[in-house]
C-alpha cells in the first residue's frame, strides 16, 4: 500500500534523497537517458538533494544499486517537477480588474481601459501589486518571470524604479526580467533613447507591440520597416535582447511578423528575438502563414504563446459566440526547430479577468487549448526548458540536472492525466530543498475598504 500524499513528511536533514519519483522527459536535460521513459515521457528517478541543490539525478537500474541509507522521502511514483518558467506576464498592470474593469471583454476595451488605470499607478500601487502576484507565483511553484512593462513617456520612470525594486528584493525567490513595452512608434524619437537606456540599466530586454499608438489600424509597410530598424537599431546600441507583441489579433492582414524577422536577419539579430501572439499566423492562408515560420527559423525568432489569454480576446464579438481558440500554430512552429514557450500573459486585469500566475494552471489549460496531447510527452518543455533557454536561464532553471537548485514540485500524481485532471492544489513546493511554507496572498490585501 502506497501511503497517501498528504501523509508523506519532507526530511529536515541538508542531504537526503527523493525516492521512487517520476519525471517528465523534457526536464531531465541533459541527464536524460536514451531510454526508459514510459508512453506519457515519464522517467522514473532518484533524485538526490544536498545544500540546497541537486546533487544527483539517478535512473534507471542504478536506482536500486545506490545503497544510500540516509534521509530520504518516498514518493511512490509520484512526479516531480522543476520549479517553471513563465516567460511572459504583466505584472505591472496584474490585479487593477477591479478599479479598471473591462466592459465588454473585447481587446480594444482592455487598452482603453489600461490606458485609463496607467496614471494610478505609483510607485506604492506597483510594489504592492507586483508583490502580491510574485507571492502567490512563488507559492505555486514558479521560479523565474519575463514580465511585460507598460512603458510611456508619462509612466516609465516610475514603473521601472517599483519594478526594478521588486527584482532586486525578489532575487533569491524568483528570477525577475523586465521588459519595455510601448507601441513601437513611440520608441522613434528621443524617448526611444530613455527606454533603452531605462533597460540596459535594469538588464531588461527591449520591447514594443508592432502596431500604431495611434489607433488599431495597422502601420503602413514602408513606417513599419523603418520603426523596426530603429528598435534594433536601439537594442544593438545597448546589447539588449528584443521580445515583441506581435499580430495579436484575428485579422489575417495583421501580418507584421514577418518584417519582424527580417528586421532581425537586417540586424544581426538571429536567435535573439522573441515574439509573442502571433495569433494571425492561425487564420492567414496556409501557404502564408508557413512562408512566415520558415523564415521565423532563418532568423531563429522564438515564439511565446498565450494559450488562455488568446481564447479569452481573441474573436470576442458582443452576442457571438467564438469560433476559434485565438492560438498560434504551436505544432508547426516546433516542427521548425523553433523554440516555443507558453507563458501565463495577464492577471486578473483589463486584458484578462482571471489568472493566478500559477505555470501549473497555464499548463494544464495549454494542453487542452493548443492539444499538447496524444502524445503528451514534450509539451511540459513548454514551460520549463524552452522558456528558460529563450530567457538565457537556462542552467538555472527549468529543468533537473545536478548543480542546478533543488527549486521543485511534488505533485500527488503519477501519470499525467491524473496531473492534468486536478487543479494540483496540494503540490509540495521546495525551494533550495526545503518545502515553502507560505500560501498564495489573501485577496482582501488588495482591498481598500
Ligand atoms: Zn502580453
Same mark, same amino acid.
Given at each position: 500500500?502506497?501511503?497517501?500524499?498528504?501523509?508523506?513528511?519532507?526530511?529536515?536533514?541538508?542531504?537526503?534523497?527523493?525516492?521512487?519519483?517520476?519525471?517528465? +522527459?523534457?526536464?531531465?536535460?541533459?541527464?536524460?537517458?536514451?531510454?526508459?521513459?514510459?508512453?506519457?515521457?515519464?522517467?522514473?528517478?532518484? +533524485?538526490?538533494?544536498?545544500?540546497?541543490?541537486?546533487?544527483? @539525478?539517478?535512473?534507471?537500474?542504478?536506482?536500486?544499486?545506490?545503497?544510500?541509507?540516509?534521509?530520504?522521502?518516498?514518493?511512490?511514483?509520484?512526479?516531480?517537477?522543476?520549479?517553471?518558467?513563465?516567460?511572459?506576464?504583466?505584472? !505591472?498592470?496584474?490585479?487593477?480588474?477591479?478599479?479598471?474593469?473591462?466592459?465588454?471583454?473585447?481587446?480594444?476595451?482592455?487598452?482603453?481601459?489600461?490606458?485609463?488605470?496607467?496614471?494610478?499607478?505609483?510607485?506604492?500601487?506597483?510594489?504592492?501589486?507586483?508583490?502580491?502576484?510574485?507571492?502567490?507565483?512563488?507559492?505555486?511553484?514558479?521560479?523565474?518571470?519575463?514580465?511585460? %512593462?507598460?512603458?510611456?513617456?508619462?509612466?516609465?520612470?516610475?514603473?521601472?524604479?517599483?519594478?526594478? /525594486?521588486?527584482? @532586486?528584493?525578489?532575487?533569491?525567490?524568483?528570477?525577475?526580467?523586465?521588459?519595455?513595452?510601448?507601441?513601437?512608434?513611440?520608441?522613434?524619437?528621443?524617448?526611444?533613447?530613455?527606454?533603452?537606456?531605462?533597460?540596459?540599466?535594469?538588464?531588461?530586454?527591449?520591447?514594443?507591440?508592432?502596431?500604431?499608438?495611434?489607433?488599431?489600424?495597422?502601420?503602413?509597410?514602408?513606417?513599419?520597416?523603418?520603426?523596426?530598424?530603429?528598435?534594433?537599431?536601439?537594442?544593438?546600441?545597448?546589447?539588449?535582447?528584443?521580445? %515583441?507583441?506581435?499580430? /495579436?489579433?484575428?485579422?489575417?492582414?495583421?501580418?507584421?511578423?514577418?518584417?519582424?524577422?527580417?528586421?532581425?536577419?537586417?540586424?544581426?539579430?538571429?536567435?535573439?528575438?522573441?515574439?509573442?501572439?502571433?495569433?494571425?499566423?492561425?487564420?492567414?492562408?496556409?501557404?502564408?502563414?508557413?512562408?512566415?515560420?520558415?523564415?521565423?527559423?532563418?532568423?531563429?525568432?522564438?515564439?511565446?504563446?498565450?494559450?488562455?489569454?488568446?481564447?479569452? %480576446?481573441?474573436?470576442?464579438?458582443?452576442?457571438?459566440?467564438?469560433?476559434?481558440?485565438?492560438?498560434? %500554430?504551436?505544432?508547426?512552429?516546433?516542427?521548425?526547430?523553433? $523554440?516555443?514557450?507558453?507563458?501565463?500573459?495577464?492577471?486578473?486585469?483589463?486584458?484578462?479577468?482571471?489568472?493566478?500566475?500559477?505555470?501549473?494552471?497555464?499548463?494544464?489549460?495549454?494542453?487542452?487549448?493548443?492539444?499538447?496531447?496524444?502524445?503528451?510527452? /514534450?509539451?511540459?518543455?513548454?514551460?520549463?526548458?524552452?522558456?528558460?533557454?529563450?530567457?538565457?536561464?537556462?542552467?538555472?532553471?527549468?529543468?533537473?540536472?545536478?548543480?542546478?537548485?533543488?527549486? $521543485?514540485?511534488?505533485?500527488?500524481?503519477?501519470?499525467?492525466?491524473?496531473?492534468?485532471?486536478?487543479?494540483? &492544489? !496540494?503540490?509540495?513546493?521546495? !525551494?533550495?530543498?526545503?518545502?515553502?511554507?507560505?500560501?498564495?496572498?489573501?485577496? &482582501?490585501?488588495?482591498?481598500?475598504?
Amino acid at each position: 500500500m502506497i501511503p497517501a500524499f498528504k501523509s508523506l513528511r519532507w526530511p529536515e536533514a541538508p542531504a537526503y534523497v527523493i525516492r521512487n519519483a517520476r519525471v517528465p +522527459l523534457p526536464f531531465l536535460g541533459s541527464s536524460a537517458p536514451p531510454v526508459s521513459a514510459d508512453a506519457e515521457g515519464l522517467v522514473p528517478a532518484d +533524485l538526490h538533494v544536498a545544500e540546497g541543490k541537486i546533487a544527483a @539525478v539517478v535512473m534507471g537500474a542504478a536506482r536500486s544499486a545506490d545503497g544510500n541509507q540516509g534521509p530520504s522521502i518516498d514518493l511512490g511514483g509520484r512526479q516531480v517537477w522543476p520549479g517553471l518558467v513563465d516567460l511572459h506576464t504583466h505584472l !505591472d498592470k496584474a490585479h487593477t480588474i477591479g478599479r479598471s474593469p473591462n466592459p465588454d471583454g473585447t481587446f480594444n476595451s482592455a487598452r482603453l481601459a489600461a490606458t485609463a488605470d496607467r496614471p494610478l499607478r505609483s510607485h506604492a500601487d506597483i510594489v504592492r501589486r507586483m508583490d502580491f502576484g510574485l507571492r502567490a507565483a512563488y507559492a505555486h511553484g514558479v521560479a523565474a518571470i519575463r514580465s511585460h %512593462l507598460d512603458t510611456y513617456p508619462d509612466n516609465a520612470e516610475t514603473t521601472w524604479a517599483a519594478a526594478s /525594486e521588486m527584482a @532586486v528584493r525578489w532575487t533569491d525567490r524568483i528570477t525577475l526580467q523586465l521588459v519595455s513595452l510601448c507601441p513601437i512608434d513611440l520608441l522613434q524619437d528621443a524617448f526611444g533613447d530613455h527606454v533603452a537606456a531605462l533597460v540596459a540599466a535594469a538588464g531588461g530586454v527591449l520591447g514594443g507591440v508592432t502596431r500604431s499608438s495611434l489607433g488599431p489600424g495597422p502601420i503602413p509597410e514602408a513606417d513599419l520597416t523603418v520603426m523596426l530598424d530603429r528598435l534594433f537599431a536601439l537594442a544593438a546600441r545597448h546589447d539588449l535582447d528584443v521580445d %515583441l507583441h506581435v499580430d /495579436e489579433s484575428g485579422d489575417p492582414n495583421a501580418n507584421t511578423l514577418p518584417h519582424v524577422a527580417r528586421a532581425a536577419l537586417r540586424h544581426g539579430y538571429a536567435g535573439r528575438v522573441t515574439c509573442g501572439h502571433c495569433c494571425s499566423l492561425a487564420v492567414q492562408p496556409e501557404a502564408q502563414a508557413l512562408a512566415t515560420l520558415d523564415l521565423l527559423a532563418e532568423a531563429r525568432i522564438s515564439i511565446v504563446t498565450l494559450p488562455t489569454v488568446n481564447m479569452y %480576446l481573441q474573436d470576442r464579438v458582443a452576442g457571438r459566440t467564438p469560433r476559434w481558440r485565438g492560438v498560434t %500554430l504551436v505544432r508547426e512552429t516546433r516542427q521548425r526547430g523553433i $523554440l516555443v514557450a507558453a507563458a501565463g500573459d495577464n492577471c486578473r486585469d483589463s486584458f484578462y479577468a482571471y489568472g493566478d500566475h500559477d505555470m501549473v494552471d497555464t499548463f494544464r489549460q495549454a494542453v487542452r487549448i493548443l492539444h499538447l496531447d496524444h502524445p503528451i510527452s /514534450e509539451a511540459t518543455a513548454l514551460v520549463g526548458p524552452l522558456p528558460a533557454r529563450i530567457a538565457r536561464l537556462a542552467g538555472t532553471c527549468g529543468s533537473l540536472e545536478p548543480g542546478m537548485p533543488a527549486r $521543485l514540485i511534488a505533485f500527488n500524481a503519477r501519470s499525467m492525466d491524473e496531473l492534468i485532471a486536478r487543479p494540483q &492544489s !496540494d503540490r509540495v513546493v521546495i !525551494d533550495a530543498g526545503k518545502p515553502v511554507t507560505a500560501a498564495v496572498p489573501d485577496y &482582501s490585501e488588495l482591498w481598500d475598504d
